[in-house]
């Protein structure tokens, strides 16, 4: 169903009819709404919007990160988010710095460990109406998550309602 | 002592006779080191190195930054970072984060809270030479940290010297 929509937009396109075709939904019913499946490019040089320790089985500890678009908003308080923001969040296995620790003379540095997985939010009201205008992305050892585990995202961060469904705050 | 030392300097340098005046060293023997008091611009705006975790009396939770020389020497694995060097750390009380905890259902996020306080180390070999080439800086409600506490600074950083006096590594 959803290959036959894009052919037909595909051949309306070459045409140039384009103007006649009834836009295509982007996400059909019954069909798994579209998530991110390619890394957004050079994501670790934006700025830093905050850090997170996930205690429990996710034991982790990270930064999310965000290009311009999403720094100004941040800043700005604009909800919700524009079309074209991008998150990114960088997440590492939690671990007790051992040469800190030692230098201290207690343990109380924990710090990032081994990357885990980098999730993304792309903004794009249009391509991701059907999960709240977000796109998710999930990658762990380069590799997007799978079309069952990405489902899992937009009910959990759709509880974030009240701020366009982003969990994370601006440090100031 | 020290001002007498950079008085004979400046008028050297105007008669144009710096080239016969033995330097002034940069911190006279039993006069405190100087340190960095002034917030670097722009700081927040640097990219992102790493965050950390200190349990215990400081119990933080924050981020490390870095200017462009920063970031390009720690990419590039160079020791010791070169002048121009200036590294941030912005640190916030470690908190739970009630709303996180509700959607997941159980107590595991922690979260920057208020700020407590920002600090800087600025590489300027010459400038700092009595503190490793590092000017440390401790800024709380916008004032820096009195010379007596700013002493404690390099005794602590000097024990990471295999890193030039470094601890914090950066996060992939």
């Not at 036959?4 to 709404?33: D, K, M, N, Q, R």
Request: with cysteine.
């Amino acid at each position: 169903m959803k290959h036959v929509t894009f052919g037909l937009v595909a051949v309306a396109t070459v045409a140039g009819l384009i103007a006649f075709v009834v836009p295509a939904p982007s996400h059909a019913e019954g069909e798994p709404a579209p998530f991110v499946t390619e890394i957004p490019h050079g994501y670790r040089d934006w700025q830093w919007i905050s850090s997170a320790h996930e205690a429990g089985s996710l034991n982790s500890l990270g930064a999310v990160l965000g290009n311009d678009v999403a720094i100004k908003a941040y800043r700005e308080g604009k909800l919700p988010f524009p079309d074209g923001t991008v998150l990114a969040a960088l997440h590492y296995r939690y671990v007790p710095s051992d040469e800190n620790n030692k230098v201290f003379g207690q343990a109380q540095s924990f710090v990032p460990g081994a990357p885990t997985n980098i999730q993304f939010m792309v903004k794009d009201s249009t391509k991701y109406a059907a999960t709240g205008g977000w796109g998710f992305g999930h990658f762990a050892d380069g590799k997007h998550g799978d079309a069952a585990f990405m489902k899992s995202c937009f009910p959990c961060h759709e509880k974030a309602r009240a701020t366009d469904l982003v969990f994370t705050r601006y440090a100031p």
